[in-house]
């Protein structure tokens, strides 16, 4: 496999989204981001704030979720990347608190942004690391699913997510060389 050229954070921009769980790829991608000493900064013409690291960009696009396509697609076509160097990071409401998930391809399971991303690439073969926020059914919760995703997670939900955030930058060297298979056996277990 050929390492990620392009890591791409799904979320929604703005202060008052900042700590919800919609936002949990930017999360991922603002620790990233510090972990490679780089800083993202607006970039007009990919529609978000973009940071490079040799050869890999970083991305969380500033269009809210349901139109994140379009800031993936205007950076992937403008170097040439193809879907299968890109990795993109979401919350997954299938998944519990915590969990973690690494697949390449498959359907968009709701997720708008996923949605978008596939339709505007014109492809579902991207990489996806998925990072579980539960769902409110199975947290017994009577949020609606849209409620449930634009707030914060609760207080014994966050360590979880916390944690998942730790184990895949603990999988980071693998993800970066191309070791996705590894990856999945480092990721997808209960070690951390």
Known sequence: MNPPRLIVGL???????????????FWFVDHLADKLKVALAPQARFFGKAARAGDLWLLEPATFMNRSG?????????????????????????????GIRLKQGGGNGGHNGLRDIQARLGTPDFWRLRLGIGHPRTLNLAQQVVDFVLHPPRKEELPEIEHAL?????????????????AQQQLHGNAV
């Not at 008052?16 to 769980?21: A, D, H, P």
């Open 11 to 25: 979320g929604n921009p703005g202060p008052q989204y900042e700590t919800t769980r919609h936002n949990a790829g």
């Open 70 to 98: 379009q800031s993936v697609a205007a950076l992937a076509n403008f170097y040439k990347i193809p879907a299968g160097e890109i990795l993109v990071i979401h919350d997954d409401l299938d998944l519990p608190p915590g």
């Open 166 to 182: 730790a184990r895949c930058l603990l999988a980071w060297p693998r993800i970066a060389a191309g070791d996705y298979a590894g």
